[in-house]
């Protein structure tokens, strides 16, 4: 089955950017969509379709996806992006399929 | 306002058969392009898509537990039912129920709040 690989942790300075990768065979030819969690939270979703930001989402989260990453960034960091991020694609097979997900400290 | 809830027994002994309800509000499934997931977390891991259905009655499953899981739905009731048969210790997590959004990309825009499963004797 389809695997995606995430860093298990990310650290950054409050106003820095972050930037979490999501590894993956020929990632780039599908989508790629990033959840955010905070501790004892449901996931939320923040970006889909590689790049595009549900409503309410800030402008500071952006994504791109290319080759075998996708990256989703987090421009001008606030100590509430402080969380669980996770990457999910549709893989071939009609399976979801979740990365190992990225804790962010700031 | 589209809203998702889970409900279920907090505790299972191993063996027995776990079965969870989501209730959800807000979008009809029998609308053809939606669709309700199930999703778990074991304390402190990552999340683990287990199943999905849509309004056509279309159903996914998690290739390596396929043999034990059923999703079904009950679209007067506007609920998603998922069973999970002979449990195990390391099923223990929270199992959410989530919004598949309509499109070509298989999104779950929205998440129910999650319900604890504990599988101990």
């Known amino acids: 089955s389809y695997m995606l690989t995430q860093p298990p942790s990310v650290s950054v300075a409050p106003g820095q950017t972050a930037r979490i990768t999501c590894g993956g065979n020929n990632i780039g030819g599908i989508s790629v969509h990033w959840y955010q969690q905070k501790p004892g939270q449901a996931p939320v979703l923040v970006v889909y379709?590689?790049?595009d930001r549900p409503s309410g989402i800030p402008e500071r989260f952006s994504g791109s996806n290319s080759g075998n990453t996708a990256t989703l960034t987090i421009s001008r960091v606030e100590v509430e992006d402080e969380a669980d991020y996770y990457c999910q694609v549709w893989d071939s097979t009609g399976s979801v399929v979740f990365g190992g997900g990225t804790k962010l400290t700031v | 306002q589209i809203t998702l809830k889970e409900s279920g027994p907090t505790l299972v002994k191993p063996t027995q058969t776990l079965t969870l309800t989501c209730t959800f509000s807000?979008?009809?499934?029998?609308?053809?392009?939606?669709?309700v997931g199930w999703i778990r977390q074991p304390p402190g891991k990552a999340l683990e898509w287990l199943a999905l259905i849509h309004g056509d009655d279309d159903k996914r499953y998690r290739p390596s537990l396929k043999s034990r899981l059923t999703i079904t739905k009950d679209t007067s009731k506007n609920q998603v039912v998922l069973t999970l048969t002979n449990m195990d210790p390391v099923d223990t997590g929270t199992y959410y129920c989530?919004?598949?959004?309509?499109?070509?990309?298989?999104?779950?825009?929205?998440w129910g709040q999650g319900t604890m499963v504990t599988v101990s004797s």
């Open positions: 379709d590689d790049s």
């Open positions: 989530a919004h598949r959004q309509i499109g070509d990309s298989l999104i779950f825009d929205l």
């Open positions: 807000g979008f009809s499934l029998s609308t053809s392009g939606v669709g």
